[in-house]
């Protein structure tokens, strides 16, 4: 059954996805993404997808609204035929709420960010914040320990003065399902879609972070994404 998204003119189609296929690296409308291994629509007409889940939460957002980083300033949904950037985080897309008043824009992934958030064992919540909370010339995410653009926003903890990047706090990939399991030709058993850092895998002179691997809970068999 066809699917008519509000931000698109044509109907679109559900593709239900269990292992790597042709869209793996196209990137989501909405969130900008890349839609990997997840369930997500696609155009029948043109070059356009989204996540499954992009397409869902929208709904239960309006197209006129407010955010609290923003003061009282209205933003609208719109969707442009160029890219706008994101003032949050500097990501471009078509589809953006934007303030009329004075330019401000959020895509859809920093507008619903909470506002407050726990993480892991820290005591005390983390806040989303858009103003520098010090006049230092250098900005840190004291999570993983490398620069933060002073231009985006942050969350911070106000008892231990701990800022931290969105991403390292709410995690890199918030569409996909790790754990989700694979069968694949080449391998006996299921294979998960998880994380893991160079430590745990190095393919050919990839000496950095790896992302997303493969890995086989019955016998320890990990695979590189790329390498499938």
Not at 19 to 37: A, T
Not at 147 to 165: A, G, L
Request: charged share 25%; hydrophobic share 30%.
């Amino acid at each position: 059954m066809d699917y008519q998204h509000f931000s698109h003119q044509h109907p679109l189609m559900l593709v239900l996805v269990n292992k790597v296929n042709d869209d793996y690296y196209e990137d989501c409308e909405i969130c900008g993404e890349i839609l990997r291994v997840s369930d997500h629509y696609k155009c029948k007409e043109c070059s356009f997808y989204i996540h499954k889940s992009c397409a869902e939460y929208p709904r239960l957002i309006p197209d006129i609204l407010t955010h609290p980083n923003h003061g009282q300033h209205q933003l609208i949904l719109a969707r442009s035929s160029e890219d706008k950037v994101c003032s949050a985080c500097g990501s471009s897309s078509k589809h953006k709420f934007s303030c009329v008043d004075c330019g401000f824009t959020l895509d859809f992934k920093c507008l619903t960010q909470p506002q407050t958030i726990y993480y892991k064992e820290h005591d005390h919540p983390f806040t989303l914040c858009s103003i520098l909370e010090d006049v230092s010339s250098e900005y840190y995410c004291d999570i993983c320990e490398e620069k933060r653009d002073q231009k985006y926003w942050f969350y911070y903890c106000v008892d231990c003065s701990y800022p931290v990047h969105p991403e390292c706090i709410l995690g890199k990939y918030r569409n996909l399902k790790f754990g989700k399991t694979f069968k694949y030709d080449f391998h006996q058993h299921p294979l998960a879609l998880v994380q893991k850092t160079s430590q745990h895998l190095k393919c050919g002179d990839i000496a950095n972070l790896i992302d997303l691997v493969y890995e086989c809970a019955e016998c320890n068999f990990i695979v590189h994404r790329r390498c499938i």
